[in-house]
């Protein structure tokens, strides 16, 4: 059952951008402009989106909101103060609630924020990615290296004292010294949170065909490793601790909503193709913005599917997300053949067993998946190795199949399966 004391958090998927990066396979779109006539019918389909949550809800106390994409920070001040104002109306949002905004550095300006700032967003996510010109072009991405310092400067002046930067490590032709150069750039803005990701080469995108070309090299496994432990170093080196597997924050600025994805919490994603997960009960909504907006003019649901997953699923799920972070797993939540097949590691050094919870060190980190595959005796689904994207959703949370389904979520999901047979 729904416990509606219970934390919520809500995503809200923005799809635009201005140019698509080469590496990244989200789900999102290329415009020349998103000026408050073109973007009205999006975002009222999100307030509609809010208004269905709410009501099949309740007023949930919303401890996180999250506005992702795509480039958040291409949405005007009205549009974002419209959807703010919506979930303000219809759920407990209070003063102490983490309001996150992604945004990347060439879209910014000191008025956007300022405004945004007032709005009460207080934590910014921003795409740095890389320090290095050579790098930053490989990535197709269009900012450079001065605009992030810039942008950090705007924001700072604005008022947000909890700004996160993303970097990308891994990309061809990134030297050691290239990835430290990105590194140290960005600890002098003295960020409050540090999100360090290794390059995905994944199918289908530009950078694959490139790869696959031999035009760029595939990222080479033990330089990566190379770099995850230089950063680790340098980040630990001022105060930024490791939280999750790839995050490093400040006392107290670890991404709140993040943590109710590793944690198994419950998040309602709102937009096109973003993905729920509310008391055991898992659901996407339809990819397309167009068919999204559509099905929410027409008071149905923007929900494509939905999916119940075993006990066994579930645990499977369990284990793999929360041995990404530094708090680990309790043994109650480990089998004794789990036990057994982690004593190895303990042993070696990869897994550390501290106050009845199993946690990686630093060189087990950097093996995770493989001893989460042993753990499990390698009988994790493909679909579980990748950790929640915030973006697209592609691995939500593990569900109970005894739990029912409530009523009115079946009706929902009924309407999306009609609507889906008349739009295709």
Same mark, same amino acid.
């Given at each position: ?244 597997? %790839? ?6 600025? !670890? ?5 109710? #994805?590793? *944690? $198994? @919490? ?63 797993? %309790? ?6 053949? !789990? ?5 190895? #590691?303990? *042993? $070696? @050094? ?75």
């Amino acid at each position: 059952m729904v416990d509606a004391s219970s934390p919520l958090g809500l995503y809200l998927h923005i799809p635009w951008c201005r140019a698509r990066c080469g590496y990244c396979d989200f789900n999102t779109y290329v415009t020349d402009t998103t000026n408050p006539a073109e973007t009205a019918p999006y975002v009222e389909a999100l307030r509609r989106e809010i208004s269905l949550a709410a009501k099949t809800l309740g007023a949930r106390w919303v401890r996180t909101v999250y506005v992702g994409g795509g480039t958040p920070s291409l949405l005007s001040p009205i549009d974002l103060s419209r959807l703010v104002s919506s979930i303000r109306r219809q759920f407990d949002l209070d003063d102490t609630a983490e309001i996150s905004i992604e945004a990347n550095p060439e879209s910014l300006s000191l008025d956007w924020l300022s405004d945004v700032r007032d709005l009460g967003v207080n934590r910014l996510s921003l795409g740095m990615q890389s320090a290095v010109p050579k790098v930053l072009a490989t990535l197709d991405r269009q900012h450079t290296p001065g605009r992030v310092v810039e942008a950090v400067d705007w924001a700072r002046r604005a008022g947000f004292d909890n700004i996160s930067l993303d970097l990308i490590y891994g990309t061809p032709g990134e030297s050691m010294a290239d990835w430290e150069t990105s590194l140290v750039t960005a600890l002098s803005l003295k960020p409050d949170h540090v999100s360090a990701y290794s390059l995905i080469v994944e199918p289908g995108t530009p950078l694959a065909k490139r790869v696959e070309a031999g035009e760029l090299a595939a990222p080479d496994e033990d330089e990566l490793a190379d770099k995850y432990i230089q950063a680790d170093r340098l980040l630990s080196t001022v105060g930024l601790n490791w939280y999750e597997v %790839s995050n490093w924050a400040r006392p107290g600025r !670890e991404c709140r909503h993040n943590l109710v #994805y590793w *944690r $198994s @919490g419950d998040w309602w994603g709102l937009g096109a193709g973003a993905h729920s997960h509310i008391d055991g009960t898992r659901w996407w909504n339809v990819k397309r913005p167009a068919t999204y907006v559509g099905r929410l003019a027409q008071s149905g649901s923007p929900m494509q599917g939905q999916e119940i997953l075993t006990k066994t699923e579930r645990h499977e799920e369990t284990v793999m997300l929360k041995l990404r972070l530094a708090e680990g797993i %309790s043994a109650a939540e480990l089998g004794d053949e !789990e036990w057994e097949r982690a004593e190895p #590691y303990i *042993r $070696s @050094g990869h897994l550390v067993a501290s106050g009845g919870r199993l946690i990686c060190t630093l060189t087990g980190r950097l093996i995770a998946d493989a001893i989460i595959r042993d753990l499990l005796a390698d009988d994790v689904p493909q679909r579980l190795w990748r950790a929640p994207d915030v973006g697209s959703g592609s691995t939500g949370m593990s569900i109970d199949a005894t739990v029912p389904i409530p009523p009115q979520w079946v009706e929902a999901l009924q309407q999306a399966e009609s609507a889906d047979g008349q739009a295709g």
